[in-house]
């Protein structure tokens, strides 16, 4: 994995991450701050249906890590008290979590998956 | 006739969910939540991240008060004394009387007070809501010698909680194993043996009474033993706030008997969570549900029945419990009829799985067991059958079972 563009931790820069196969259908990956230039951990996931997202890994609930939850359609349940968060959006859809996550864009371009660390999606 | 106003007496969990769910669900008609608590607030963290101090009042409020002026939905600060049925109403403490054309009772329960000599002592702690958690965090400063009565669900997270506040933990209980029911015999031995670990006296006893000694406590057990401490809690359960109903005549047994779609006895009122029962198709009544998930579920039904649509369905039961920096989960029925599987890791068992003979799954329960009780709910819910060596292998993850 290889950074392009900027040091700046946010911004249009984007972080290839990997052949688009990098992640099975239905798993997320920990992309910690030493890969994404980013401050805070993010969660890259990926759909059954092969779509890849990313989220602030942190639940914004208590302390879990949304890269451990269940994917379950375009949603991700959080391991510890289940609050489910969209993938596409990070809008919260169940307590006891009762903020959004942020989100993160990602592109699939030229069979790579590139992740724009503090750009929304 | 169209509805128009729908009272909600008790904004707990249950009660907010009802509110959040008519107006998600189109209805626009006045809405209003009685609760002398004011804004509704989360009940979980009180024994914990809330009484450690990690997180505020603001941080456990179920939603912002801004949330509650955008959504139109009116928080009642006050306490309700009786219930009206012709025509539907409240009637609340000061003698105001409040109309609507739906009720709905989500009124929770209140901790059972320990039926010995001493146990109905102002000084005796408990924890039920916020007010109760703010007394118990002022009753503990480091070296405070704190004796928990019961070792259940709160009576365990508040050892933990008090011992990380610095107090000196007794934990009391006359059964042995406390949590059986819940998680099964061998989990519910390796979380109490926790406690010790920690560093926390545990007493297997009946207490039989309580007496103030100056400035503290002396607790006596059936078999004489004696426990002097400062501050004593009791968790030993609740009791449903079913008083209101069963004035006004609502059929009650250890609480409000409901239907599936938590109808009461009486048409137009409605009850959910804690103090809710519900009575199947064939008369016979289920187990009172207890848990933060069953509160947030029914509250969730009520809604959709009351505005005449299509109700949501729900899986098998869950809870979770935190105690000693384990997470505990449960899900479905671990007493019910079959065997259990174990799965074992270094030596201890961490997951525990009711099967019944034909191999479909009644109950799971894990500790630490990150997507294991979510897969478990699946396999339950979807009726999946998993071959028990699979189960018992630890080194198969459940969730690939559970697709
Ligand atoms: C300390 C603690 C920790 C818990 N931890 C967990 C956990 O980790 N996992 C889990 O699954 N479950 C947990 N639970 C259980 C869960 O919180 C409850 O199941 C849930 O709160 C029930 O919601 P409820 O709305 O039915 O009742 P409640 O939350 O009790 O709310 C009832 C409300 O009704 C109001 N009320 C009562 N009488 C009147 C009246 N006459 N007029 C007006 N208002 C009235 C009360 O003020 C109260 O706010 C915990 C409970 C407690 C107390
Ligand atoms: S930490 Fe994610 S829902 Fe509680």
């Known amino acids: ?121 | 006739m169209s509805i128009e106003s729908i009272l909600i007496v008790g904004g707990g969990l249950a009660g907010f969910t009802v509110a959040q769910n008519l107006r998600a669900r189109g209805y626009a008609g006045s809405l209003q939540i009685i609760d002398p608590a004011g804004i509704p607030y989360d009940r979980p963290p009180l024994s914990k991240g809330y009484l450690l101090g990690d997180k505020d009042a603001a941080a456990i409020e179920l939603a912002p008060a801004s949330w509650f002026a955008e959504h139109r939905i009116g928080l009642v600060p006050a306490t309700v004394r009786a219930l009206a049925l012709e025509p539907l109403g409240v009637e609340l403490e000061d003698g105001a009387v409040l109309q609507a054309d739906r009720l709905v009772l989500a009124t929770g329960g209140s901790a059972r007070p320990l039926p010995i000599p001493g146990g109905e002592l102002d000084s005796v702690l408990v924890l039920r809501d916020r007010q109760d958690a703010d007394r118990l965090r002022a009753s503990i400063a480091p070296g405070t010698r704190l004796a928990i009565v019961g070792a259940g669900l709160i009576g365990a997270e508040v050892a933990s909680s008090a011992l990380a506040l610095g107090a000196e933990v007794t934990l009391i209980d006359p059964v042995e194993t406390p949590l059986v029911p819940a998680v099964g015999p061998e989990l519910a031995r390796r979380l109490h043996a926790m406690h010790a670990g920690a560093g926390i006296t545990v007493i297997h006893g009946t207490p039989a009474g309580i007496t103030r000694t100056g400035t503290g406590h002396r607790i006596e057990l059936a078999d004489g033993r004696v426990i002097e401490c400062d501050e004593v809690l009791v968790g030993i359960g609740i009791t449903p706030n079913t008083a209101l109903a069963e004035a006004a005549g609502l059929q009650t047994d250890n609480g409000v008997l409901v239907d599936e779609n938590q109808r009461t006895s009486r048409p137009g009122v409605y009850a959910v969570g804690d103090m809710a029962r519900t009575r199947r198709p064939d008369g016979t009544l289920a187990r009172r549900g207890e848990h933060w998930e069953h509160a947030m579920n029914t509250g969730a039904t009520a809604a959709a029945a009351i505005l005449a649509q299509e109700p949501p369905v729900h899986g098998a039961s869950w809870f979770w419990s935190d105690r000693h920096g384990t997470h505990v989960e449960g899900v479905g029925d671990m007493n019910a009829d079959g065997t259990t599987i174990l799965r074992i890791h270094d030596g201890e068992p961490v997951a525990a799985f009711r099967v019944a003979a034909d191999g479909t799954m009644l109950g799971a329960a894990a500790l630490d067991g990150g997507l294991t009780i979510k897969a478990a709910r699946r396999i339950i819910d979807r009726g999946i059958i998993v071959p028990a060596e699979a189960l018992a292998d630890p080194g198969v993850p459940l969730r690939k079972l559970a697709r």
């Open chain 1, 1 to 121: 994995m290889d950074s392009t563009g900027g040091a700046a931790a946010t911004g249009r820069r984007a972080v290839d991450l990997g052949d688009t196969e990098m992640l099975e259908p239905g798993t997320a990956l920990l992309i910690g701050s030493e890969t994404s230039g980013h401050p805070d951990d993010i969660g890259l996931f990926r759909t059954e249906n092969g779509d890849y997202f990313a989220l602030d890994d942190e639940c914004p609930h208590e302390v879990a890590s949304l890269s451990e939850g269940w994917i379950e359609g375009e949603e991700i349940e959080c391991p510890l008290h289940s609050s489910r968060f969209g993938l596409r959006d990070g809008k919260v859809l169940c307590l006891p979590a009762t903020s959004d996550a942020r989100t993160h864009r990602v592109e699939v371009a030229n069979g790579r998956v590139l992740l724009y660390p503090g750009t929304p999606a």
